[in-house]
């Protein structure tokens, strides 16, 4: 009777075992296929910056120089951090950036690094003329823009780029101030110019990575190099759609009296706006004649289209 029991429980367990085992492997199954559909709809909503430049600035709108680019650069670093995963370079576990759900956070260095340039230019250039002082509140949220974007604390990524965005909106708010604190945005050519040019510095090397059909040292492009390669130039033309919005809104006087310059700055905001919001399911890498897409030289077509015209708006502004 004993021997009998022990038999019919140690089949019950291993039937058990392989129920447990089948259900497990239904899960995977369900989450695999599933998994990165929800994760393509949900980075799709998060792409988009609930914020238009020309609804929140309209024409007949007064502004003061500057206000409508700090707001905006504001406005793109938030969005980033109090989205619903957050800042994800820096995560870990799951996660993490080079973890399944990486897009976001290669999207997500790209945005950071644009981010910078143009907060440089803000400081340096924008705000500044040959021996004035900088802008106290650019310069700190300049240092604080450059803090490691994958540091995870002491001090956060998350932590320093949200001490950025206040800053920068503490800037807007001394343009308001009576008397204004902030120093206003010189509507010159030349300080337009400089910031295309670190533009045109960034999609260069964001080019480079999506038109290149292997790695520098020879070997070949990885799927999971193939995307963050994808991502982070698109997390270029996102935050460059948006300012050049806001750059065609703070010059909007002087591109009222030279049409074809304001033209170029459509080109731009329509090309680079297509790159930032094209988001195939899997970024594949397909050859010259493969009838599998390469989507890396999908979005070149557009990141080089926006370059291009910025160096002919260069052009035209060096005249």
Known sequence: MEVWYLRRMTKLIKDQRGGIGFILLVIMAVLLTVGPIVLHFGQNTHNELPFVV???????????????????LAKIVRHELEGTTGWRPNDFLLWGPNVMADNNASRQLGIIQAVRESARVFKDHLTKISSDNFDQNLLEADTAFRNDAEKFWLPSAEGKFRTGAKLIEAYVDGLRAEPPTSRKMHLRNVEAIRLFQAWTDVLGSAHADLFKSQEEDGSAIMPWRNDDYFYRAQGNAH???????????????????????????????????????LKPVIVLDGGSASIVANHRRNLEVYISEGRQKMYSIREELEK
């Open 54 to 72: 020309e609804e929140e600035f309209p024409p007949e709108r007064e502004i003061i120089p500057g206000e409508v680019f700090g707001t905006t």
């Open 239 to 277: 935050v460059m759609h948006h300012l050049a919005r806001a750059i065609r809104r703070e010059y909007a006087k002087e591109l009222a009296a030279r049409p074809t310059v304001g033209s170029l700055f459509d080109d731009v905001v329509t090309s680079l706006g297509k790159a930032a919001r």
